[in-house]
């Protein structure tokens, strides 16, 4: 749902008093190939994928109804749930830090809006988000590899004790690709929240610091008030992100070491095309889009709430 | 405004590390890209002798000239088309409103956070089945199916704003809806269609699960796909790799740099409306 859509102006739609055209049912024609191409590659997908998982195939042979006994397995067998969970530890990364710099960053920096320092931010912090996830991993497994460049730092400033390959080890290895989702969210979430500070009324300011406020209380009293569309509009885009991250844990570990970096969009690709447990990789893929509703549903109604 | 000194210049400081932070990553693969292929380079030492040649290297073994070509020939398939059946249905939605629109409306919407790994294993028989795998049907038509959502809600939200007058004074004219749409509404929604463009163009270029899972040849692949391939054919010989990667991400890298206001205000908008 467009989040602005409450702002635009729009045109007083009076269902009543318009007199109804005799071609009024003309506009289906218009919906009639978006909505062909919509529900042949999306909706009728869906449907089966919410058929398969009830059915344990292999996707060549007959199938067997199992009933909801690949769900049962999913949320009973730890190594099976592990997944999940992951997913969940990532959006601490590809969500919460994001968001929380992006706010620091954008409220420090809203006193040079203007300068030409920010006009060349905007490019730099951008760059992440133009160029394929899967360049994103490759260039941070070079990184964090263990003759990387993390690792030279480290030693550079006496840390070899801390040197590892981040990305190999069980302990560091999610974390490490948390860390590849943020920089590439960072410079987004940024933007964002510059541009809806943009939109705050400079008057709030000018008299927050007559009545003697700080920056820390002008942040907490008025910034952030002010930008729940916009922090709401970060936690759903990289809430998303993060449940449904693929390219980079595919490039960066395969999932590995272990089961350490498994998540529930790569689980599904290693189950349905290289195990062939179509059943239970649907049943992962019909909670994978549960929990996205799931999480996401709630964030769109705060932030909606907020615009009364 | 008042702002002090000092807040100015932690400001500066940390928007300058943010754009450290954010570059080095890019700067590291090109400096190791330089060095002879099959070294371990470190982190980021300028080589003795700077290998220019692992571009080309690069480019001749991975073919990247047909993966230029594949890419291209994808995006056209799907731009074009998702452009033009997003704007059909966001004018009806958004302009005509007919019986019944709220509903069809909200059946596109549901699609909008749908994690393409729900629906790739069905999508993978289908597409089988239709014959088209290993094509590069396979990765354009399900590619415009999974636009649809966000190109009818992004048409959507530009023809609420459109003042019926507009529609009244060309009905009056004798137009006809489809003249209509076509002479009238389709012209004034260009910038709206630009943005749509350049977010669709991004999208389908550094698509990468459905290059993967539904064509095996790279050649046929988006430019992302191939870059796996790529990685597995080469993970061991690190600058060539790197060489490879800034290959493959320079082109959405240049298109970018020449229309980087148009692509921060659509990616920007884009995510609002998302």
Redesign the interface.
């Known amino acids: 749902?467009?989040?602005?859509?409450g702002s635009?102006?729009?045109?007083p739609?009076a269902p009543g008093r318009r007199t109804?055209r005799p071609?009024?049912?003309?506009?289906?024609l218009?919906?009639a190939?978006?909505?062909l191409?919509?529900?042949?590659?999306?909706?009728?997908?869906?449907l089966?994928?919410v058929q398969?998982s009830f059915y344990d195939w292999n996707?060549i042979g007959a199938s067997t109804w199992v009933g909801l006994e690949n769900y049962t397995r999913l949320f009973t067998d730890a190594e099976q749930f592990a997944p999940i969970l992951h997913a969940f530890e990532l959006i601490l990364f590809f969500s919460g830090i994001p968001v929380v710099?992006g706010l620091?960053?954008a409220a420090?920096?809203?006193?040079?809006a203007t300068s030409r320092?920010?006009l060349?931010?905007?490019?730099?912090?951008?760059?992440?988000?133009?160029?394929?996830?899967?360049?994103?991993g490759?260039?941070?497994t070079?990184?964090l590899s263990s003759?990387?460049?993390a690792?030279?730092?480290l030693s550079a400033v006496g840390l070899e004790g801390l040197t590892r390959a981040w990305l190999g080890d069980f302990g560091t290895a999610l974390p490490a690709v948390g860390v590849i989702g943020a920089?590439v969210l960072?410079?987004?979430c940024?933007?964002?929240l510059l541009?809806g500070m943009s939109k705050i009324d400079?008057a709030l300011?000018?008299s927050a610091?007559l009545d003697g406020a700080g920056?820390i209380r002008e942040f907490f009293a008025i910034t952030l008030p002010s930008l729940r569309q916009?922090i709401g509009?970060?936690v759903?885009?990289t809430v998303?992100a993060a449940?449904?991250s693929?390219?980079i844990v595919?490039?960066a570990t395969q999932g590995g070491p272990g089961n350490s970096t498994m998540v529930?969009?790569l689980e599904?690709?290693y189950l349905?095309?290289s195990e062939r447990e179509?059943g239970r990789?649907?049943a992962l893929?019909?909670v994978?889009?549960a929990l996205?509703?799931v999480c996401?549903l709630p964030i769109q109604r705060f932030t909606r709430d907020g615009n009364r | 405004m008042i702002v002090n000194r000092r807040e100015t210049l932690t400001g500066r400081v940390l928007l300058i590390l943010l754009m450290v932070i954010t570059v080095v990553p890019f700067i590291s693969l090109f400096v190791t890209a330089l060095h002879p292929s099959g070294t371990y380079p470190d982190g980021l030492s300028w080589p003795d002798s700077p290998q220019w040649g692992n571009f080309a290297d690069a480019f001749r073994s991975a073919h990247m000239g047909e993966l230029l070509l594949s890419s291209a020939l994808i995006v056209a398939g799907v731009v074009p088309v998702s452009l033009l059946l997003g704007t059909m249905a966001g004018f009806a939605f958004g302009h005509l409103r007919m019986p019944g629109h709220r509903i069809g409306f909200l059946i596109f919407v549901l699609g909008l956070t749908l994690p393409f790994e729900g629906i790739i294993t069905p999508l993978y028989y289908q597409i089988r089945d239709m014959g088209l795998l290993n094509t590069r049907w396979a990765i354009i038509l399900p590619l415009i199916g999974l636009f649809m959502p966000f190109s009818v809600l992004w048409m959507r939200a530009h023809f609420v704003t459109m003042p019926e007058d507009i529609s009244e004074a060309a009905r009056i004219d004798g137009a006809t809806t489809w003249q209509l749409f076509r002479s009238v509404h389709v012209p004034l929604a260009r910038p709206a269609l630009s943005s749509l463009a350049i977010l669709l163009f991004l999208w389908t270029w550094n698509q990468f699960l459905l290059a993967i899972v539904l064509v095996d040849d790279p050649a046929k692949r988006t430019m992302a796909g191939a870059l796996g391939a790529f990685q597995g054919q080469w993970g061991t010989d690190i600058p060539l790799l790197c060489a490879g990667s800034l290959l493959i991400l320079a082109p959405t890298l240049t298109v970018f740099l020449i229309f980087q206001r148009r692509f921060v205000a659509a990616l920007l908008q884009g995510s609002v409306k998302g």
């Open positions: 749902m467009a989040i602005r859509s635009a102006p729009r045109t739609a109804r071609g009024a049912w003309l506009g289906w218009f919906v190939p978006a909505a191409m919509y529900t042949v590659f999306v909706l009728r997908p869906l089966f994928t398969y996707g710099l620091f960053v420090t920096i809203r006193g040079i320092l920010a060349v931010a905007r490019t730099v912090l951008f760059l992440p988000q133009v160029i394929p996830l899967v360049a994103a490759i260039m941070w070079w990184l003759t990387g460049l690792n030279e730092l920089w960072v410079g987004l940024t933007l964002l541009a400079p300011y000018e610091r920056p916009e509009v970060c759903t885009v998303i449940l449904a693929f390219d595919y490039i529930p969009g599904i690709f349905a095309f179509v990789a649907s893929a019909v994978l889009v996205v509703l996401v």
